[in-house]
């Protein structure tokens, strides 16, 4: 169950790769982006491919994983976890695999929320606001201080948008309790085997779920 805990914990890092993300698909327009506005720069298109080094830090620990991204399409390796988490929007599926017992799991469908997180802004966004510039891992950037509102309750971030590849290449809690800083960011063309579960791994089901309710929770199989 640990262990599952953690793909858990992966398969949220996926989503939150692309958060705050524009739409679109003309990489010429991303370096326009830093001769725009602010707002202005928020709407031009983004790299639909690319692979980064995403670093997350809480407690005092830092993990560090590889993230790949297409077109509806999203992966995360946990090198040091031997996991792997696919999130497959356009087959409304995430996939959990162990890459050392060569399984996986396959979890219910894409849910709108997490969809949501694709779009231009943060989830629940009401507003933000310019606060400075810096300069991240190499890239422009343009720091903001975004309140947004989840579950009733005000949220505050800080997020570094960067201005020539038009990505949020860090967010951070106010209170600096944590940060995600993607590195290494290599736009192109991603292979789509990267996207599909390994050939010969074996599907499962969540460890410890009670015997009743196998093969009740959608995309999961009884074995």
């Known amino acids: 169950m640990k262990r599952f805990l953690i793909l858990l914990m992966m ?13 679109g698909t003309e990489e010429g327009k991303l370096e326009k982006a830093a001769e725009k506005a602010p707002e ?34 999203f992966r995360t390796d946990n090198e040091a976890a031997g996991s792997s988490t696919i999130v497959r929007k356009d087959l ?3 996939w959990m695999i162990m890459n ?4 996986y799991m396959e979890m219910p469908g894409v849910t709108d929320e997490q969809i949501q997180m694709a779009e231009e802004k943060v989830k629940g966004e009401v507003s933000r606001k310019e606060v400075g510039s810096e300069t991240v891992d190499g890239h422009p950037a343009i720091k903001y201080e975004v309140t ?32 995600m800083e993607y590195r290494d960011i290599r736009i192109g063309g991603q292979p789509d085997s990267l996207f599909e579960v390994p050939a010969g791994y ?9 015997e009743g309710m196998k093969g009740k929770i959608p995309g ?4």
């Open 100 to 103: 050392a017992q060569k399984t």
């Open 148 to 179: 947004a509102s989840v579950d009733d309750k005000t949220v505050q971030t800080y997020q570094w948008w960067a201005t020539d590849i038009n990505f949020p290449v860090k967010t951070a809690a106010i209170d600096g309790s944590w940060v």
């Open 11 to 23: 398969a949220s890092l996926a989503f939150l790769f692309v958060a705050g993300c524009g739409k």
């Open 202 to 210: 074996k599907k499962m089901t969540i460890p410890g779920l009670p």
């Open 92 to 94: 409304n599926k995430v």
């Open 40 to 73: 202005k720069a928020m709407q031009t298109a983004v790299a639909q491919e690319l692979s980064a080094t995403l670093l997350s830090t809480s407690g005092g620990q830092t993990l560090s994983s590889k993230m790949y991204m297409k077109p509806d399409k």
């Open 220 to 223: 999961m199989d009884a074995k």
